[in-house]
């Protein structure tokens, strides 16, 4: 109730509200262009951040996030595209639909589901995201370092396929982290004489570079062509019987999702095709599954909606993000330097209150402007790719050297585009990268800082509680996902591929 | 046989070295603590190699092991990717070219020549459409970076006119 009232009064800020439907409305023009996942969507509109103010540069990342969700289910019902992985689900039965000639029935169901599962997990982030607050100001350098370690802990999870690898990818972002200035002595490191160098790097520059840059150089060498939308369908939202029989596909995805949610690595694609098969099992039609099915579209639409808002609980709490668009939403909190985890509630309740009054305009928003924004999303989507990518380079190139202007910095950015397009390559994961450049600031400090004060004594790690308590989740963390790998390994079962952080 | 991991391995190790060489080379300043500013980057630079080694020995173990079929999968997955790193190093030469531009050509101008340039490197076709889609997306971003955002972009020559 408390959370509640202190929303309310952000309800009637106009920067909120602005921030709110300018992010919703890019997400899903971002969303709705294949190739252009809502991570890649995010980091674009990063650099504008800079000039804002916190809590409507939160917001408009956030809802950009939610925006996007929604478009991607756009392509993936008219032209069998999904727009975001997450929409993959979506493609089964949204694309069927559209050959009976129901295709604005289809957008009406993903729209109106994805509206269900945002609201049912906005409730849960504002539900579960302030009870850690409480705990904040016993919070010390040991708990500190643990907690750096707990989100390190979290790779494990998030490598795909080799864990060598994601190991590997976190370390190259631990090493871009020890660069400049040492958190303890103020001393030089890495720098090579640069003058630029010595405030660190930057971790936008990096993310910028790694998704968006990467993603753009990665077109650039295939040159695919995607194909056209032909038809002008109009959003149709389902009657009340339809609605009925929606509701059970509804609340599994919503289930599911916020679950996934809160689950690190897990993401909104795996919670789709899982909402998915769960509502199949459950349906009282599973025959018409892959046939155009209308709650083909509900479950995983709900879910990957309710993924988008319970996935910024880690993010609030722990200040731990479990996929690329969260990895890029603490970027935008670390840009206003705000350290996401137990002390921020403490120190930028405002933020954290103008998110939730945000987000909720942002889904009343994703309704109005999905109905609006239709027609753009297909003469975006119908636009020859090589135009729109020539665009999002210059609009990559102006953003990043609108932050410090620096062409340093965009030079930074290219390279770390470089880095992320041999990654794509080598099936390296990305999020384990960012993972270790925003993290490697706190461990490190926490680390030295907590020798320093015990006089060396390591036992100090032990000592604390919520150190101990947190070191023994990063344990059970990393020997629960090793023991789940050994398993895959005896069962000879395949892994994904990628993690949900590769971006494929 | 070269496989994505050998070589994912092998660029692992190296980068590991080298953060190595540059880590053993910081020197300890009377300020610090027992760990010191070459503690942690020592751990990251042994852990980076020790791992891209640890990658390189699975790859080659994998190839040993794996039948015939599977080798010649392998073998298909570097077939088109030279091609495909000389297209994004071409973006990315244009990515550079503009830095190298843009400070003297400015902002404006450098976007103009940008985009058309991009655009047709990545399969537009040349005429009027791409130098109209390169003039008016560049006054698009100029009008909502320099204007709107009040970012001070390059003028470059045409300072005189205040652009």
Known sequence: METLLATLPFLLDPSILIAAFVGVTWGILGGALPGISPSITMALLLPFTYTMDPAAAIVILASTYVGAEYGGSVPAILIRTPGTNAAAATVLDGYEMNLQGKAGLALGISLYSGFIGSMVGLVLLMLLSAPLSSVALAFTPPAYFALGILGLSVIATLSGDSLVKGLIAALLGLIIATIGTDPVTGSNRFTFGSADLLGGIEPVMIMVGLFAMSELLAQASKRGEVDKIRSRPRIEFPDWPLAKRLIPSQLIGSAIG??????????????????????????????????????????????????????????????????????????????????????????????????YAGLFVAIIGMMIMGIAMLPLCVWMVNRPLPYLNAVILALILSGIYSIHGSLFDVGLMLAAGVLGFFMRMLRFPFLPTVLGLVLGFLVESNFRRSLVLSGDDYMIFVDDRISLALLVLSALFIFGSLARRVIAALRKENRLAFSEGSEG | MITRDMVGGAAASLIGALYLFYASQLRPSSLADSVGPQGLPLVYGWLTLALGLVLLA??????????????????????????????????LAFAVGYLLIVETLGYLLSLAVLIPAVAIYLGARFGWRPLAVGVGGAVVLWLMFDKLLGVGMPEGVLRGLGL
């Open chain 2, 58 to 91: 699975q790859a080659f173990i994998a190839v040993l092991r794996a039948s015939p079929a599977e080798r010649a999968k392998q073998a298909d997955a570097w077939s088109g990717q030279g091609r495909r790193i000389l297209w994004a190093a071409g973006l």
């Open chain 1, 258 to 355: 916020s679950f996934e949610g809160v689950m690190p690595g897990a993401g909104g694609t795996i919670a789709s095709f899982m909402s998915y098969n769960e509502a199949r099992r459950w349906s009282k039609h599973p025959e018409e599954f892959g046939k155009g099915s209308p709650e083909g579209i509900a479950a995983p639409e709900t879910a990957n909606n309710a993924v988008a808002e319970t996935a910024i609980i880690p993010v609030l709490s722990f200040g731990i993000p479990g996929s690329n668009s969260t990895a890029i939403l603490l970027g935008g909190f670390l840009i206003h330097g705000l350290q996401p985890g137990p002390m921020l509630f403490e120190q930028a309740g405002d933020v954290i209150y103008g998110l």
